[in-house]
């Protein structure tokens, strides 16, 4: 059995905590950390409480480390898990900045990290991705996607629009394509800052258009398509049960991307604890690479949306 400690118990954290309290097959929930000891409490389920996630890291009583911290606080965090040997799975972003991410890179020697792209173990996208690789496409041309929330709190500021909610896509289309950004185009539409638009090249000449739209209203959603030149993928969306009334059909969106993911965290989750078990790595999952990839993108790309629109984007080192 697999001793999960998971530090932060906010809603990430909370869920998280929830899923290894009751559903997640060869592990439990050890300990919960929070600097609110109510809300660690009310999280662990039983389990030991810590009001400092580094306790939580040295606990015997813990075998591997979730983090779901605030993004400031993954660095040190991740750093500690890595030093103490244990297993970690770190919400994204892996850290606050690419030259923290690359700090975690340089120690992380044995594998132990993996980040919590959760779309990588959505049934969906593991789907377009095995059609792509069967050749059910043929060569891909275009990688179309949506990002809707249904809405924003008021402290989500500029920036974060990529570094917070694109980040996914800038993951997840590289894992579906293998391929590398090496320019992007970004057109911010209306005076809200809340819609973006990117088009991004790649390597491989995939072009990856990405629609970011923080206020949709309507609901949370995910909309992806590929185009290749020998046919197109379009993802299949969770369907939440379909209503019939007076004539019409509807079919109602989840509020947010729990909604939408919770069966990808749950996929994610196992198969981290079942590669923690077996002293290996879960397959398909983000590692300390990958995620000082997303955020050093991100950070160029966030450059580039200040000063003008358009640019270059280097390869992270
Ligand atoms: C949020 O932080 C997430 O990580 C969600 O997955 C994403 O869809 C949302 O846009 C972000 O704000």
């Known amino acids: 059995m697999l001793n999960v400690g998971v530090i932060g118990a906010g809603v990430m954290g909370g869920f998280h905590a929830r899923l290894f309290a009751t559903g997640i097959g060869g592990a439990r929930l050890a300990a919960v950390s929070d600097a609110d000891p109510a809300r660690a409490e009310a999280a662990a389920a039983g389990g030991e409480v810590f009001a400092d996630g580094l306790d939580l890291i040295a606990s015997d009583a813990v075998d591997a480390v979730l ?11 991740v750093l500690a898990a890595i030093a103490a040997g244990k297993p970690v799975l770190c919400e994204k972003p ?3 900045t690419a030259a923290e991410c690359r700090q ?4 992380d020697a044995r594998g132990l990290v993996t980040v919590g792209f959760m779309r990588r173990f959505d049934p969906a996208y593991r789907d377009m991705r095995a059609a792509l690789e069967a050749g059910q496409a043929g060569v891909p041309l275009l ?19 990529v570094t917070n ?38 390597d491989r000449g995939t072009v990856v258009r990405i629609e970011v739209f923080m206020n949709a209203a309507y609901g949370y959603q995910i909309e992806t398509r590929l185009v290749g030149r020998g046919g197109t993928l379009v993802m299949a969306e969770p369907v939440l049960g379909r209503v019939r009334r007076a004539g019409v059909e509807s079919q109602p969106f989840p ?3 729990i909604g939408r993911f919770a069966d990808s965290y749950r996929l994610q989750d196992q198969a ?8 290996t790595r879960a397959p398909g999952a983000a590692t300390a690479r990958d ?3 997303a955020t050093d993108y991100c950070d160029q790309i966030v450059a580039i949306m200040t000063g003008g629109g358009a640019g270059v984007l280097q390869a992270p080192q």
């Open 104 to 107: 975690i890179v340089a120690a």
């Open 94 to 96: 892996l850290a606050a």
């Open 143 to 161: 990688l179309d996607c949506a990002h809707r929330n249904q809405s924003v709190p008021p402290w989500f500021s500029g920036p974060m629009i």
């Open 165 to 202: 909610a694109m980040v996914h896509e800038i993951d997840i289309c590289r894992w579906i394509l293998g391929a590398e950004y090496i320019s992007v185009r970004i057109t911010q539409v209306g005076d809200a800052g809340d819609l973006l638009l990117a088009e991004l090249a790649t």
């Open 255 to 257: 509020p947010d991307w």
């Open 67 to 77: 983090i779901a911290a605030p993004d400031a606080a993954h660095h040190d965090l």
């Open 291 to 293: 995620g000082l990839f």
């Open 272 to 279: 981290w604890a079942d590669a923690a078990r077996a002293g």
